[in-house]
Nanobody, 125 residues
Framework: VQLQASGGGLVQAWGSLRLSCVAS????????FGWFRQAQGKEREFVAG????????INTDSAKGRFTISRDNAKNTVFLQMNRLVPENTAVYYCVAKAGIIYSSLGVLSSYDYWGQGTQVTVSS
């Protein structure tokens, strides 16, 4: 599976962005996906994940109530809708995937087999 993330960019605080992750090579129906991010000088952290059946997990510390993950199996695409962005959300966002990942593993970086190239999100104050 190849993952292509897009949708990042420069946005003012309290603005919105929608990231997309297009998967190619296989149908995504049996895959779970996650979004992780890495800010400069920091470790990668979990943002959101979704299982093959649509169960969602959100990092409550950084994204609850503001970020939503969704998937469109017909388009082989996973989305991360980010609203009310703040400068602390500035990071490179990565899309990851694993066939059959279970809910409890969504937030575990080592659980995933496939990685996209990342898309930069910059939030200005």
């Amino acid at each position: 599976v190849q993952l292509q993330a897009s949708g990042g960019g420069l946005v003012q605080a309290w603005g919105s962005l929608r990231l997309s992750c297009v998967a190619s090579g296989r149908t995504i129906r049996e895959y779970g996906f996650g979004w992780f991010r890495q800010a400069q000088g920091k470790e990668r952290e979990f943002v959101a994940g979704i299982t093959w059946s649509g169960s969602r997990s959100i990092n409550t510390d950084s994204a609850k109530g503001r970020f939503t993950i969704s998937r469109d199996n017909a388009k082989n695409t996973v989305f991360l809708q980010m609203n009310r962005l703040v400068p602390e959300n500035t990071a490179v966002y990565y899309c990851v995937a694993k066939a059959g990942i279970i809910y409890s593993s969504l937030g575990v970086l080592s659980s995933y087999d496939y990685w996209g190239q990342g898309t930069q999100v910059t939030v200005s104050s």
